[in-house]
């Protein structure tokens, strides 16, 4: 190939490998400057995603993979780790390694080792190890492994040019030595068939020991390959008699305790040679936090405390700046008019654009709060412990102690919630938690029941009933699990085995990244989506227009003799178009289905607009109050509006309502493909609608007879 | 014994892992294989969960699966 120009910079492929949370995505967005998810727990990456950067003259191209403790598909995510690993085009694995944890990680480099591509071992948590007092010698177990092994920190960023060097070095190493040994034994086995195969004079992309120690792991694959072919005539015996040398040698016939075996030996083999551990293991940080927040009797308490004190500052804290942006958004609005005069395009943009937006705005402060308690909840290692103390909770449901991950998840966004259902490794479980993630109260549900709890309840109240709301939602999500696992997805208890990690302090930057995504995302929700929804909702509100009846007002309010008569005709006027308007056709429609939960048309409508975003709930009563009460000085606020507007009863089933019905309509989307097809969302449409229906018609009911 | 018999605090070490090979698989590469020292580190309400320690790794499991595990306690 000829090319005036310069030659075209090469692409090194690289797949990230590394048990669970090692810091494999922490690492590379040190490398490449990326963003991806990080927190403290397993299972954090749940899905392939790709980073690509420039360095040193080549472009890199990482895939950052779900963490595996080994090369199984016993997870989903760990399978789509293993396929990557068996299918995808690549030149070389990175493996990450939790140094404070370096024998068991090494299980599965060994792993990887065998399967015979290049590879560069990145020893993470390089500052931990210090502090532990674990002192590794990467060269030794370099020359050991076979491979280069670089020491790093992902949160210190040390060792990161180190990592590319090494990378770069390994990919432009010609040939690929296959350097790890196994027991006596075992090479003698190999080296027997590796003979024969050569004999035989075998072709094969991976190197002939790989391919032996695959046939005595009885790789599928492989077996297939072989199994057509007229060698397998001869083969066969000779992979049989290999077998029959290991039984006896170890004393079992099971081939995974064999390579288990062999495996651990090899780990420890290094360690012993290699790694100093120069601190007596004593009681840690780790274990004296324990011993408070796991306790069996106190471990539970403190965590609802916890969660009720998130709520109350969620209210008390976010409601300081909430009046800043309500006065904000009311003077746009008026200065908007004021500007631009009494016409449509006036109305468009302040009664459409500025209200909706603005309603939604209106509650970023909460919704920060919020993420912030959950990114606190995911980075320092407490998820993984709460999912413990409620295991037993959750057993009792049908429910598996893993499940509480994306059931968290699942209060700050649905989307990423049915992701991380993927951790879930049985597909009944996952099914069950998936059905029932959205009875936790996504982040965008919040403005609606801040909203509405501000409007109904005392300011002392209104973080108590907040923390009520979450509280039952979660508990009439758990009773909705128990009668699926009872009806539908019946069967057998998984196994629970989790590994609970250290305790992390996150770094400020981690919290400010995660925290800041988050509201970005919200903020950009409401400058596009929640925008157009506004625009449409006002259009659909003041249309078809009703000129005869503007003419007849008209008439009537140059008769009107006092100032009052002409604001009560003016009001109704306004009505009589909302009413009139296809928005007011379409609630009007439905309004029979809702009646029965106390609802007005204006509230029906709000609940259909949510089903495309929650969002836009808000931003719809937003332009429905706000409309109709043009002329009314004193109540500005979007709180005082609904507070003169709907009746505590109606009020408080409208909050059940949302906390039960269908997620948006992305997060739907996603449920859709998580759960296997739209059969799946067609009975989440008819289970939630169902449960939210009655639900809210209980609640009417209690309250009108209670107050 | 087994390892869901130990009380908080006690230590022992694994002479048998009878579980099925899904499981055996996760808890060999969580290092719990037999011969290793457990350290048991905590447990939740009337003994349905517990938490043990295996020299670095912490790993929760349920009294059903601790059932599977075959230990003798050290002193
Ligand atoms: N002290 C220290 N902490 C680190 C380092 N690298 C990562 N961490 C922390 O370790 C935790 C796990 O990091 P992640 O990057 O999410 O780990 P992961 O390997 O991608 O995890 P999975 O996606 O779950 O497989 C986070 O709390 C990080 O802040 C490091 O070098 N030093
Ligand atoms: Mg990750």
């Known amino acids: 190939m000829s090319s005036a120009s310069e030659k075209a910079t090469e692409t090194i492929k690289i797949a990230l490998v590394g048990q669970p949370n090692v810091g494999k995505s922490a690492l590379i967005n040190s490398v490449g400057n990326a963003r991806l998810k990080v927190g403290n727990f397993s299972g954090v990456t749940v899905k392939k995603e790709e980073v690509r950067f420039s360095r040193e003259g080549y472009d890199f191209e990482i895939t950052d993979l779900p963490g595996s403790y080994s090369l199984t598909d016993y997870t989903i995510e760990e399978r789509v780790t293993k396929q990557y690993l068996d299918e995808s085009d690549y ?78 070095n390994t990919y432009n190493r010609r040939e690929n030595r296959f350097h790890i040994q196994f027991s006596e034994v075992f090479e003698e086995e190999i080296t027997h068939i590796v003979s024969f195969l050569e004999e035989k004079k075998i072709k094969c992309k991976i ?32 992979v049989n008699k290999a077998y029959q040398h290991l039984y006896l040698h170890y004393d079992t016939k099971d081939l995974d305790d064999i390579f288990n075996d062999e495996k651990s030996a090899l780990a420890k ?37 916890m969660m009720w004190g998130l709520f109350q500052l969620t209210f008390e804290v976010g409601s300081i700046p909430m009046d800043w942006i309500d006065a904000f958004f009311a003077l746009l609005i008026d200065g908007t008019k004021n500007f631009l005069g009494e016409t449509e395009l006036a109305s468009v943009i302040a009664d459409g654009a500025i209200a909706g937006v603005g309603a939604v705005v209106l509650f970023l402060p909460n919704i920060i709060i919020l993420f912030l308690g959950i990114a606190l909840l995911e980075t320092t290692g407490y998820m993984s412990r709460v999912a413990f103390l409620l295991d037993g909770f959750f057993h009792k449901f049908g429910l598996h102690g893993k499940s509480f991950i994306p059931l968290v998840s699942g209060f700050g966004c649905s989307v990423p919630a049915y992701m ?77 085995v989790m590994e609970m990690p250290k305790y992390r302090l996150p770094s400020f930057k981690l919290i400010w990244h995660t925290v800041s995504a988050q509201a970005m995302m919200y903020l950009r929700k409401a400058g596009t989506y929640i925008l157009m929804a506004s625009v449409l909702i006002w259009f659909a509100s003041n249309y078809p227009k ?18 009052e008569a002409i604001n009560t005709l003016n009001n109704e006027l306004a009505l009589y178009k909302l009413e009139n308007s296809y928005l007011g056709i379409i609630g ?99 289970f939630t609608t ?16 209670l107050t | 014994m087994t390892l869901n018999e130990l009380q908080k605090g006690q230590s022992a070490t694994v002479t048998a892992v009878d579980a099925n090979r899904e499981l055996k698989n996760r808890f060999s590469s969580f290092g719990l294989v037999k011969g290793v020292l457990i350290y048991t580190e905590c447990h939740s309400l009337a003994k349905k969960t517990m938490e043990i320690r295996i020299n670095k790794t912490r790993i929760a499991l349920r009294a059903s699966e601790a ?8 002193e």
């Open chain 1, 546 to 563: 009703q000129v005869e009846m503007d003419q007849e007002y008209q008439a009537k309010v140059e008769q009107a003799q006092t100032e």
């Open chain 1, 588 to 686: 009007h429609a439905s309004e029979p289905f809702f009646s029965p939960l106390g609802y007005d048309w204006r509230m029906a409508i709000a609940l259909e607009t949510g089903l495309a975003a929650k969002e836009v709930v808000v931003a719809t009563l937003g332009v429905l109050y706000g409309l109709g009460e043009e002329h009314d000085e004193q109540s500005r606020g979007l709180i005082e509006k609904i507070r003169a507007n709907i009746s505590f009863p109606a009020g408080i089933s409208f909050i059940v309502f949302v906390m039960i019905y269908l997620p948006c309509l992305a997060a739907s989307m996603v449920f859709m493909r998580e759960a296997g097809g739209p059969k799946y969302l067609g009975y989440l449409f008819v």
């Open chain 2, 67 to 74: 059932e599977k595990i075959e230990v003798v306690a050290s």
């Open chain 1, 91 to 168: 030149d070389l694995i990175l493996n990450v390694v939790d140094s404070t944890n370096i024998e068991r990680n090494l299980y599965l480099t060994t792993e990887l080792l065998s399967l015979n591509k290049k590879i560069v071992v990145a020893l993470n948590m390089t500052d931990e190890a210090v502090k532990e007092g674990v002192q590794i010698d990467a060269q030794q177990l370099g020359k050991i492994l076979g491979t280069p092994c670089v020491k790093t920190s992902a949160v210190e960023k040390t060792g990161i040019d180190d990592v590319i060097q090494a990378i770069i």
């Open chain 1, 420 to 496: 991380a259902a993927r951790t879930l490794k049985n597909d009944r479980d996952r099914l069950l938690t998936l059905f029932i993630i959205g009875f936790m109260s996504c982040g965008a549900r919040l403005p609606i029941y801040v909203l509405f709890v501000g409007a109904l309840f005392s300011e002392e109240q209104a973080g108590n009933i907040l923390f009520l709301i979450y509280i039952s939602g979660a508990l009439i999500g758990v009773i909705a699990a128990k009668v699926l696992k009872m009806t539908v997805f019946k069967g057998d208890d998984e196994p629970f």
């Open chain 1, 269 to 305: 083999g290094a360690v012993a040679e290699t790694v100093k551990f120069n601190k007596e293991i004593t009681q840690s940080f780790t274990d004296k936090i324990d011993a408070l927040l796991m306790h069996q009797f106190v471990g539970l308490p403190i965590f609802l405390f």
């Open chain 1, 690 to 705: 169902a449960t939210a229906w009655s639900l809210s018609f209980i609640a009417f009911n209690l309250t009108q007879m």
């Open chain 1, 207 to 238: 190197s002939l020991k790989a391919l032996a120690i695959k046939l005595l792991r009885e790789d599928r694959e492989t077996y297939l390959r072989f199994h057509e072919e007229p060698i397998w005539t001869e083969l066969q015996p000779i």
